[in-house]
C-alpha cells in the first residue's frame, strides 16, 4: 500500500526537502506539490488524497484554514495531515483538527520518517477494519429506480455489467434486478472471499458455482467466459479446491 500525499509550503527550499524526503519513503507517493494553500485546496476537488504535508503559515489562507476546510468537506473525509512550521506555538491547534502528527522545522528525515510511518500504521489499520467489516457483511443495498432495495448476498448468483448499470441475477428470481451503479463499484462492496470478477463485465458469487472448466465457469445454466485478463487469478482460486 503506497499513500498518495501532497506538499505544501510557501518556502521553495522547505517544500524542495519535503519533496525530497516523500520521495525517499517507499510508501509514500508524491502526487503534487503547491506553494499555496489555495491550488493544494484545487487539487483535493478532482484527486484522491491520502496525506497532505501541510505548512501552517502560509499567505491567503493558511494551513490551519486549509485543514479546517477539508475536515466539513465530505469528499475529504479520509484525507489526514501532518503539519510542518517553524512555531510551536500551533501544536495544540494542530491537533483540534484531527493532525495525525506535528514536524517542527527544521527537522531531520529521521523525525519525518517517524511521523510518514505513524500515518501509514494508521491507514494500515484502518484498511484492516473496513475489511473485516465488509467480509462480515451478509447483505447490501442496490438502488434500484427510486428505491434502496435489501439485498441478501447469499442470494447473489452472479452479476453482469453493462455501461450505465449493472443486472443482478438471484436465486429465485426469473429476472434480474437492475442497479443503478457499476460493476467497478460493485466489486469494492463486495466480500472478496465470496465473489470474484472473471471478466471485464461479469462478477460471480464462488459459493454457487456449479462446475468449471479451464475458460468457463457454469452457475445454473449460465455459462460464463473466463477473460483472459482473470484466468490466471481465477486458476489460482481453481487449484486451492482442487481434490
Not at 27 to 53: P, Y
Not at 71 to 82: A, D, L, Q, Y
Not at 91 to 117: N, Q, R
Amino acid at each position: 500500500m503506497k499513500l498518495k500525499c501532497i506538499a505544501v509550503d510557501d518556502e521553495p527550499l522547505a517544500l524542495k526537502l519535503l519533496c525530497s524526503f516523500i520521495e525517499q519513503t517507499a510508501f509514500l507517493s508524491l502526487e503534487g506539490q503547491f506553494e499555496n494553500a489555495i491550488d493544494a485546496l484545487a487539487h483535493t476537488h478532482n484527486n484522491e488524497v491520502d496525506l497532505i504535508f501541510l505548512d501552517i503559515q502560509m499567505p491567503d489562507l493558511s494551513g490551519m484554514e486549509l485543514a479546517r476546510v477539508l475536515e466539513s468537506k465530505k469528499s475529504s473525509k479520509n484525507t489526514r495531515i501532518i503539519f510542518t512550521t517553524a512555531y510551536n506555538q500551533f501544536a495544540v491547534e494542530g491537533y483540534k483538527v484531527d493532525a495525525l502528527d506535528y514536524l517542527l522545522k527544521p527537522y531531520s528525515y529521521e523525525e519525518f520518517l517517524k511521523a510518514a510511518t505513524k500515518a501509514y500504521q494508521f491507514f494500515e489499520a484502518k484498511s484492516q477494519v473496513s475489511t473485516r467489516e465488509k467480509d462480515n457483511k451478509e447483505y447490501i443495498f442496490l438502488k434500484v429506480e427510486y428505491q434502496l432495495v435489501k439485498v441478501m448476498l447469499k442470494d447473489i448468483l452472479y452479476l453482469e455489467g453493462y455501461k450505465d448499470y449493472v443486472k443482478v441475477h438471484l436465486i429465485g428470481k426469473p429476472s434480474p434486478t437492475l442497479s443503478l451503479t457499476s460493476l467497478k463499484n460493485m466489486e469494492e462492496l463486495l466480500p472478496e472471499d465470496q465473489f470474484m470478477r472473471i471478466h471485464r463485465s461479469y462478477i460471480i458469487s464462488l459459493d454457487h458455482i456449479d462446475s468449471i472448466t479451464r475458460n468457463t465457469v457454469n452457475i445454473g445454466k449460465t455459462t460464463i467466459t473466463v477473460s483472459d485478463h482473470y484466468k490466471d487469478h481465477f486458476l489460482q482460486f481453481v487449484n486451492k479446491w482442487i481434490g
